[in-house]
């Protein structure tokens, strides 16, 4: 059983935007929010991958073996980087 998230959907996308409208720093806003910095980073990150739809999902997402063979086979054939094969495959990195 997973654990009930702390902030919404809705509230991660308010302050990972106010973060990308430079009306604070990555510090700040995880300080005022009780969260780590690496956290707020990650959701930074996932938004910038997927849009909203990075925090819209209450679960984790399983991917079918060949949607992980596609991914590792474009990482090692130098398609992209870890970051970039994330966002074509859509798969939330940590």
Known sequence: MGRKARYSAEEK???VQEYLDRKGSMKTIAQRLGIAFQS??????????????AFKTNHNK??????????????LAGE???MEICQKFKILST
């Open 62 to 75: 399983h991917y079918s073996k060949a949607e992980k063979e596609q991914a590792v086979a474009a990482y």
């Open 13 to 15: 996308i308010s302050a």
């Open 80 to 82: 992209g980087s870890h």
């Open 40 to 53: 707020f980073k990650q959701w930074v990150k996932n938004y910038e991958a997927m849009g909203i739809d």
